[in-house]
């Protein structure tokens, strides 16, 4: 290779790596709010104004405020511009971010706009917000019918305002009837769940990953599991019942959920329910090959805590 080409390569690599590690620095170092006015935002109809669609955040950002449109920095709110929706992926796997306040404009704020906040103890929302709502730090739509967002810390947030005794507990209250889609995402505190009676619908990837969480009974009068809703739950055992009312069970809804030794199914045949892809959980059959259990049907609850109560024993007298 000539000379002046070996030159030329080594200016346009050094000159490629600056800019990559001076990219990366800002990207790492700023504390970046995005806005964007649009209509029909996040393609529903009627739903215009300002969306708050990008965050960058850094170790000095424990709070975010979505009110106003704001500068880069999240300073300086312009009154004349308030925030209407908060979009897909909007605050992604932030490390920093503990408490967000949302304004009384905000009209609509995506399933996985607080996507994996790893340290957000509570949102907030402002009493005139005739959309949404919180109790306790937990994101709810205002009619209570929707649990939007239970963030990773709030467990032990509340207990250390006096609010609850234990991080591991948690009853959805009365009255929701949807767990949306990311609401406990990864949360590797909550052990015991409660399901209100009136439960119709869990999201997609709602318990993803609650790798502790264990004895779930779902309600009668559930209707759809989501994809991948309890995917990775491997502390989830040894039995799982699915209420008769069912009626869709989407993609690896029990994905690598191991600990899941019994399927009770509520309906009759698997005729009435609308099966997604690899639904059921998989056992490690002679170390070398995963299977799905089968599915038992015609089961109540009833049956399923007995059989419970008998494998648990079993389980002691092995112990």
Not at 87 to 107: L, Q
Not at 282 to 289: A, D, Y
Request: net charge negative; glycine share 8%.
């Amino acid at each position: 290779m000539a000379t002046w080409k070996k030159i030329a390569f080594v200016v346009v690599l050094v000159t490629f790596i600056g800019l990559s590690l001076s990219f990366t620095f800002f990207s790492i170092a700023r504390d970046t709010y995005e806005y964007r006015e649009e209509t029909s935002i996040c393609e529903i109809e009627g739903l215009d104004g300002w969306e708050f669609y990008g965050f960058n955040g850094n170790s000095d950002t424990k709070e975010l405020n979505i009110d106003f449109v704001r500068d880069v920095r999240g300073e300086n709110p312009d009154t004349s511009k308030p925030v209407a929706a908060v979009g897909d992926f909007t605050v992604v796997s932030d490390e920093y971010v503990e408490f967000i306040n949302i304004g009384k404009d905000v009209r609509y704020i995506a399933d996985s706009a607080f996507y994996y906040c790893k340290q957000l103890k509570a949102v907030f929302v402002d009493d005139e917000n005739p959309y949404y709502c919180d109790v306790d730090g937990v994101l709810y739509t205002k009619d209570m019918k929707t649990l939007v967002l239970h963030p990773i810390m709030n467990g032990q947030w509340k207990v250390e305002q006096g609010l609850a005794d234990t991080a591991d507990t948690f009853a959805i209250p009365e009255g929701v009837e949807n767990v949306g889609s990311f609401s406990f995402y990864k949360n590797q505190d909550l052990v015991h769940l409660t399901f209100p009676s009136t439960l119709k619908t869990i999201g997609d990837m709602a318990f993803f990953s609650c790798g502790n969480m264990w004895t779930v009974w779902l309600p009668e009068g559930l209707k759809t599991i989501g994809a991948d809703a309890f995917s990775y739950c491997g502390s989830i055992s040894p039995v799982m019942y699915i209420p008769s009312t069912v009626t869709d069970i989407d993609d690896y809804a029990f994905f690598s959920c191991g600990g899941i030794k019994t399927m009770y199914m509520g309906a009759e045949s698997e005729d009435s329910i609308d099966f997604g892809e690899s639904w059921l959980p998989k056992n490690v059959l002679k170390v070398l090959f995963h299977v799905a259990i089968t599915p038992e049907y015609g089961k109540t609850l009833e049956d399923a805590k007995t059989e419970k109560i008998r494998l648990d024993n079993e389980a002691a007298k092995e112990g």
